[in-house]
């Protein structure tokens, strides 16, 4: 099933990565509206990558990369709640890409490997970002 849904992810990654791009770049985040395009569209190609790999190489893939990035864009000023956002948005359209395109009797476990995935990603992020909210107060 994982092959499935690789093969699935990696053949509509461009949409992905475009829709994410787009999604952020109008939305409510301040960091992302001033984030040059490109810079915007190259962070949601890794993104979606990552997602990829996880679907190949285990959930830890994506978490391992939500947790390099989350620390980063904290140093720079992001707030929690838009990597939470982005993360959102990135389940949202890979949900509705994987559930179309699976076949009946591979779809619950493509949408199961897909919300592992996510949810080792939003663990992760918890815990940058508590690790963050720490040294602040420290």
């Not at 679907?55 to 830890?60: I, T």
Request: aromatic fraction near 4%.
């Amino acid at each position: 099933m994982e092959d499935e849904l690789r093969r699935i992810l990696r053949r509509h990654s461009r949409w992905l990565t475009d829709e994410l791009t787009e999604r952020l770049a109008r939305g409510p985040d301040l960091h992302y509206e001033k984030t040059d395009r490109r810079v915007l569209s190259e962070r949601c190609r890794l993104l979606v990558e990552a997602l990829i790999s996880s679907a190949h190489q285990g959930a830890e893939q994506l978490g391992d990369f939500v947790a390099s990035v989350a620390d980063r864009r904290l140093e720079e000023g992001f707030e929690l709640e838009e990597l939470q956002h982005a993360l959102r948005l990135l389940e949202v359209v890979s949900w509705r890409v994987v559930a179309r395109e699976s076949t009946p009797q591979s779809l619950t476990p493509n949408l199961a490997a897909l919300n592992t995935a996510m949810g080792c990603a939003r663990d992760e992020l918890a815990r940058v970002g508590q690790a963050h909210a720490h040294a602040r107060a420290s």
